[in-house]
């Protein structure tokens, strides 16, 4: 397998990626979609086992923080021009070309690498031709303010459409590759 890197994002219909005041209750689901699909616990730590390191944006990092880590001790790289401490395990910070930081240290050492926000390190990564593939998460809600996702990346991208998978709770999942 050929390493690549997967762009992952949750984001509510109208596009947001976060609220404006960083509250994220919203991607939590009360809805029911009886046609959907639901996976256990073990089947989520099954499949998370399996990415090899994840790539964020400082402010994504420092929210991460706040939240609660959940990268265990996983190969995190936050993109920043800050000098930042970390005491999690297996973080570190870069601050440079990020062509370089792909295709010179993370797809030599990794296959599997998630970039996993926020929106402006990921329109970076687009603009720059660094996704492989991009996996929306969309919660069923219209949050009408807040973060987008995909504004102004200022070029055109046809994709694949891979994936459809549709969940339990009204999350829709679309998994596609940038051709
Ligand atoms: N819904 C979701 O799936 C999801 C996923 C991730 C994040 N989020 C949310 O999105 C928000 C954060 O997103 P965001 O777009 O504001 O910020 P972000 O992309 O997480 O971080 C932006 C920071 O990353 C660094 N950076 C970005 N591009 C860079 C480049 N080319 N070179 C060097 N450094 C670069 C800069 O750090 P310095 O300023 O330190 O230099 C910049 O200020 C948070 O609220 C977070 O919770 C949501």
């Known amino acids: 397998m050929s390493a690549k890197v997967t762009l992952?994002?949750?984001?509510?219909?109208?596009?947001?990626?976060?609220?404006?005041?960083?509250s994220v209750a919203w991607m939590h689901s009360e809805?029911?979609?009886e046609r959907g699909v639901s996976l256990s616990e073990d089947e989520v730590a099954e499949f998370l086992k399996k990415i090899d390191c994840y790539v964020m944006g400082s402010r994504t990092y420092e929210h991460a923080i706040q939240l609660g880590w959940?990268?265990?001790n996983t190969p995190v790289?936050?993109?920043?021009?800050?000098?930042f401490n970390s005491d999690k395990p297996g973080v570190s910070f870069y601050s440079g070309d990020l062509s370089k930081l792909v295709n010179d240290q993370l797809k030599s050492r990794y296959n599997n690498i998630w970039l996993v926000g926020g929106a402006m390190l990921s329109k970076?990564?687009?603009r720059q031709d660094l996704v492989d593939d991009i996996i929306?998460?969309?919660m069923?809600?219209?949050?009408?303010?807040?973060t987008l996702f995909f504004d102004y990346i200022g070029k055109e991208q046809a994709l694949h459409l891979k994936e459809i998978t549709p969940?339990?709770?009204g999350m829709v999942e679309l998994w596609y590759e940038l051709k």
Do not use: C
């Open 8 to 22: 992952h994002m949750v984001s509510s219909l109208d596009g947001f990626i976060a609220r404006k005041d960083g």
């Open 31 to 33: 809805d029911t979609y």
């Open 70 to 72: 959940p990268y265990g």
């Open 77 to 83: 790289v936050v993109v920043t021009s800050r000098n």
């Open 124 to 126: 970076e990564f687009l």
């Open 136 to 138: 929306i998460s969309i």
């Open 140 to 146: 069923p809600v219209i949050l009408g303010d807040g």
């Open 167 to 169: 969940y339990k709770d």
